[in-house]
């Protein structure tokens, strides 16, 4: 690929040309980064929602942990993955690293914290308002907090949010512990550190704009389902 | 209506911090509808949710001849975000009624606040007054052998307030305890049949709503009712 042609022009053409090896790259990032959100989600909100409303001892602590991990290097993350799935490691013979399932592992741990504490802080809010009236029909916690998380899902879509741009961002874990092995685990944000610096700067241009349109796209539509949510909820 | 008490509360204190939300409080309560009166803070709410259970007193009990089955409503509804039916078997399904059983009981209650029509919409886009009788559905629904009201009115218009005080007559009507608090006198007059005032955490007064409007018998009553329009 030309190296002092104009850049923008050629990331045009791969981007409008749908490049094979550009779609791959794409595709693969939203896979991983999906899977992970989707993990992070199923473990994060009902973790959060049972900080909001739970109360057992060690309660306060795992608040201040939670939300202390939200800004979890992502580089230590994949330092821990890998020492997890290196072939010396504890889960070693399951021979997941550099695999795109050892990357979403990566970004879900990273993920999780995020998610559990922004659900955390939606539930909380919401327990305040309802909790009496709850307690009055007789829901016990765990029934509370299935019914806020419910009540909820709207306003949780942006811990989810939150969380899947800080995991379609993220390069220091997938790097790590995907390797960034082409047309293997080669994603957005290892494929623009790596061609940026060889110096292929059209291929990382157009993933750069594709990321930025991808990220922006899914805000202006989760915006636009709250709106709607608003409305038709209240 | 037998005169024996339904509920004996002896020697109930509530200590926050510093403040003595509820002060000694003994007092037998024995008819079928009970408002309670008093000044704003005067610690009327505190009582209630400490009948209902929602607080738990630092010292003092309460004597439940026969357990009673309970409801209460609260002076902001709270909605689910979902359907005003499906807020009312809520509340049912957490008794433990069938999905089945629920939605029928549920669209009666609906029916007899007179909002089977909103039944489908979503119970947070009512408006104040509509949701406060979804809240009243909610709980006639459980059929509550007590139904505890801490001002169900005060946010409401006029026309809203007077659909309000006509439930909880009908609920009354159907053989609910009631025991609410309002600070709307005339509302008191035509719901209580007896008046509990209270005066900063304390029961100063326990009569028949009639001779209470008549004539307070104390003095904290009295200053209460004069610098209360009665409407």
Not at chain 2, 66 to 89: G, H, K, S, Y
Not at chain 2, 152 to 157: G, H, K, M, R, V
Request: glycine share 10%; net charge positive; hydrophobic share 50%.
């Amino acid at each position: 690929m030309g190296d002092h042609h104009d850049p923008f022009l050629t990331a045009w053409q791969l981007v409008a040309g749908a490049d094979a090896r550009l779609a791959g790259i794409v595709l693969l990032s939203l896979r991983v980064s999906l899977s992970a959100t989707l993990i992070a989600c199923f473990v994060g909100m009902p973790v959060g929602a049972l900080l909001a409303v739970g109360r057992f001892p060690g309660r306060r602590v795992l608040i201040v942990l939670f939300n202390g991990l939200m800004g979890l290097p992502p580089v230590v993350v994949g330092l821990l993955v890998y020492l997890l799935l290196s072939r010396a490691g504890p889960l070693g013979q399951w021979g997941l690293l550099f695999s795109p399932t050892a990357m979403i592992i990566a970004q879900a741990i990273l993920v999780t914290p995020i998610v559990a504490a922004l659900s955390r802080q939606v539930i909380a809010d919401a327990w305040a308002e309802y909790s009496e009236q709850l307690r009055s029909l007789g829901a016990g916690r765990l029934r509370a907090a299935t019914t806020l998380l419910w009540d909820g899902r709207f306003s949780l879509s942006t811990a989810a949010l939150a969380g899947f741009g800080r995991a379609i961002a993220e390069v220091g874990a997938v790097m790590i512990v995907g390797g960034n092995i082409d047309g293997v685990t080669r994603v957005m944000t290892t494929t623009i550190a790596l061609e940026t610096s060889k110096g292929d700067l059209p291929l990382a241009l157009a993933l750069g704009v594709i990321l930025i349109t991808l990220v922006l796209s899914i805000n202006a539509v989760a915006y636009a389902l709250r709106g709607w949510a608003q409305r038709r909820w209240g | 209506m037998s005169t024996e008490a339904w509920l004996a509360i002896e020697g109930l204190n509530l200590i926050e911090g510093q403040t003595h939300i509820i002060n000694d409080v003994s007092l037998q309560l024995a008819a079928q509808r009970t408002v309670v009166l008093g000044a704003n803070g005067a610690g009327k709410s505190t009582l209630l949710r400490l009948i209902h259970g929602l607080l738990h007193p630092t010292a003092g009990a309460l004597r439940w001849p026969r357990a009673l089955t309970q409801a209460m409503v609260f002076q902001r509804p709270v909605m689910l975000r979902r359907t005003a039916l499906a807020n009312v078997i809520y509340g049912l399904e957490l008794k433990g009624y069938t999905a089945a059983e629920s939605e029928q009981r549920a669209r009666q209650a609906l029916a007899r606040v007179g909002l089977e029509s909103l039944a489908k919409r979503p119970a947070r886009l009512l408006s104040g007054g509509e949701q406060q009788r979804v809240a009243l559905a909610r709980a006639w629904a459980l059929e509550p052998e007590l139904l505890i009201l801490d001002e169900p009115s005060a946010s409401l218009d006029p026309a809203s307030s007077r659909e309000v005080e006509r439930i909880i007559k009908d609920i009354a009507a159907a053989g609910a305890r009631i025991l609410m608090t309002t600070h709307n006198l005339g509302q008191a007059s035509r719901i209580g049949e007896e008046i509990v005032f209270i005066d900063r955490g304390r029961i100063v007064e326990q009569t028949p709503a009639g001779s209470f409007f008549n004539l307070p018998q104390t003095e904290a009553a009295q200053r209460f009712l004069k610098e209360v329009t009665p409407l």
